[in-house]
């Protein structure tokens, strides 16, 4: 019998070559892609390839090669074997020349050479475990791309959980791959025992040249020629599996690496932070007497006030009016400046103001400092310095927030004109100083240094806490200037002797790396509810943290940021809301700096990229929206 049959031979073997390339699709893209998916990484990770994204990327590419490969191999199975069944060939046929990898199945079927050995009833149970094998093979390799897809997908929309994907993805390509292969077992175990009966036969190499040129015309009847149909259904299906399995890569893999990017971008840097902190505590003790009066809501609305000084802008959204707009600057300027009447500008009062009036200031400039020191708002800048608490927010910003708004738009108030505060502030002491009161002048000084660490401890916002511990460094170097050129040595020389353990302290001590060698983010998230860190700098990293939570891994990108970071946000809930105000900056905080909306409506191509990303609130997704808009992508 002659076979394949005529115009078969190009798909002879082809279920072997499939299976065998969507075994490597399965093993170089999905297992790899599906585990790290599949991973929950906890709270402080990148996922398991954090030190090694770029892994996950080659093999993601290659993986999705050999996928292709595949997809296309089974595609072109299909169009031949609709043009078999056109011809007129059976649909068992066709299959059993798909299946024939060893060149075999025509003696097989005709009984002839080594399976002459065996019965009718034999040989059909044999092509029937043939075909079982690699259609069990073939279905496993097809199961892992499909299941992929399909799981993958499923999981973006929250339909299967984490813990659920792998399992159902991977139990069953196991079963049907262990099946396969225990199939294999029995089939070559079958053909070898009837191989090595037939060749042990005297008779056996005896081959008649009718064997080589007979097609046994009795195998089956002549199927009737078919349209196709099915097939056609087949082939589409096998396109789109193409696309299915396509998007899920193309999607995920280019948003592996983004956590880590959005790490760079977003946790700031805290050396010279730690080092205005470390060397602010040298002042700490010179702060004025407390003054229980000053409730922490009264002296929100004090600074707030203060902020507002000489601005008569209207508010903001999200921000709130000061309880009293005061219009006049805090330092008027001078003709020709103040380069020209003192001799230095304005950034450098803290250091020459009271040097100049030491020297003896002239009538002019006597007179400027006067009007400066006359400012009716220090006597606000004095009450402030007595709180022991400040209530920054319940001042500052409107609330509950106007709907849209976040961190990213949340106005934040000038502080040139607060810094012009103090400068005022220190004005007045070198204006009590000339009167002969150094009492009052030191007095003036020291509320500069409390209203200092006031902000500093207690403002929610990093601006806040590094202009708060300018005016520490702005009222402590005047301070000791007052105590040198006033002649009190041991003041001035134990300053000093603070000024250097805190310099010494600022060039030894350095604060939790930001991140260890294993990937992981665990200090950053420690610091974020540790009370001795600056509280600035524990809100800036808790918005870092809630924007970059949902791109952080593949994991999170699918299934979302998860239990772990939904307990995190309640411990930094517990840790930095102190104010009923904070509540409100903390709802806008925990989506991050992007908020929990998309700013802008993807385009198409962007929503079939994100079919496999998680779509809730706080998303992967939006947060690439926001910096889509903003540029930064």
């Known amino acids: 019998m002659l076979w394949p049959p005529p115009g078969l031979e190009r798909i002879q073997g082809d279920l072997s070559v499939l299976s065998s390339r969507l075994a490597w699709a399965g093993t170089l ?3 790899p892609l599906v585990g790290v998916i599949g991973v929950a990484d906890g709270r402080v990770a990148f996922g398991p390839l954090a030190q090694a994204g770029w892994l996950l990327t080659v093999l993601g590419v290659v993986g999705l090669a050999f996928a292709l490969d595949a997809l296309g191999c089974l595609l072109r199975l299909l169009r031949r074997t609709s043009a078999a069944r056109e011809q007129g060939y059976a649909f068992a046929t066709v299959l059993h020349v798909l299946a024939d990898r060893n060149r075999d199945m025509g003696f097989l079927l005709s009984g002839a050479r080594h399976f002459s050995e065996l019965d009718r009833g034999e040989r059909e149970r044999l092509i029937r475990l043939r075909l079982a094998m690699w259609v069990t093979l073939c279905a496993a390799g097809l199961w892992l791309l499909v299941g992929m897809a399909a799981g993958l997908l499923a999981a973006a929309r929250g339909v299967v959980p984490s813990s659920v994907l792998q399992g159902a993805l991977f139990v069953p390509a ?61 082939i589409r299906s096998a396109w789109a599996l193409g696309l299915l399995v396509t998007l899920p890569v193309l999607s995920l893999l280019p948003a592996a690496g983004l956590g880590r990017s959005l790490v760079d971008g977003t946790i700031p840097s805290l ?25 922490p809501a009264e002296a929100g609305t004090i600074l707030h006030r203060l902020m507002s000084v000489g601005s008569m802008e209207a508010a903001r959204p999200g921000e709130r009016p000061p309880d009293v707009r005061i219009e006049r600057a805090w330092i008027p300027a001078p003709e020709g400046g103040d380069a020209q009447l003192l001799g230095f500008d304005r950034p450098l009062w803290g250091d020459s103001l009271l040097p100049l009036v030491a020297r003896g200031a002239s009538d002019e400039q006597r007179a400027y400092l006067r009007e400066v020191a006359s400012h009716p708002a220090l006597t606000d800048f004095a009450r402030l310095a007595g709180a022991t608490a400040v209530d920054v927010g319940s001042a500052r910003w409107a609330l509950p927030f106007p709907e849209g708004l976040t961190l990213a738009t949340l106005p934040i108030p000038s502080f040139a004109s607060f810094r012009d505060g103090a400068r005022a502030q220190l004005a007045a002491a070198a204006v009590a100083w000339m009167d002969g009161r150094a009492d009052a002048a030191e007095q003036r000084l020291r509320e500069i240094i409390s209203v200092g660490f006031l902000l500093a401890e207690d403002g929610p916002t990093l601006i806040d806490n590094l202009i708060g511990y300018t005016l520490v460094d702005l009222g402590g170097t005047a301070l000791q200037d007052f105590y040198r050129l006033s002649g009190r040595v041991e003041a001035e020389s134990e300053l000093s002797r603070l000024r250097a353990l805190a310099d010494r302290t600022a060039e030894m001590g350095r604060w939790p790396a930001q991140e260890r060698g294993d990937g992981s983010l665990g200090p950053i998230y420690s610091m974020t509810t540790d009370s001795t860190v600056l509280r600035g700098i524990r809100w800036e990293y808790f918005i870092s943290l809630a924007t970059i939570a949902p791109c952080m891994s593949l994991n999170r990108i699918v299934f979302g940021v998860g239990e772990d970071h939904t307990a995190f946000v309640e411990e930094a809930r517990a840790s930095l809301v102190r104010w009923p105000s904070d509540e409100a900056l903390f709802e806008l905080a925990r989506y991050g700096w992007t908020g929990s909306t998309s700013a802008t409506q993807p385009g198409l191509i962007d929503r079939i990229a994100r079919i496999y990303m998680n779509s809730g609130s706080g998303s992967c997704g939006r947060v690439i929206d926001h910096m889509q808009t903003a540029g930064t992508l």
């Open 271 to 295: 050396d010279r932070v730690a080092e205005r902190v470390i060397r602010g505590e040298a002042y700490r003790s010179y702060r004025v007497d407390a003054d229980d009066s000053v409730s």
């Open 174 to 234: 196991i079963v049907l791959y262990g099946s396969g292969f225990l199939l294999m077992l029995v089939q070559e175990h079958r053909v070898r025992s009837a191989r090595g009966r037939w060749f042990t036969q005297p008779w056996s190499v005896d081959l008649t040249m009718s064997e080589v040129r007979e097609w046994q015309s009795d195998m089956g009847t002549i199927a009737a020629p078919s349209n196709g149909r099915r097939v056609r259904i087949a």
């Open 29 to 31: 893209l999905v297992a």
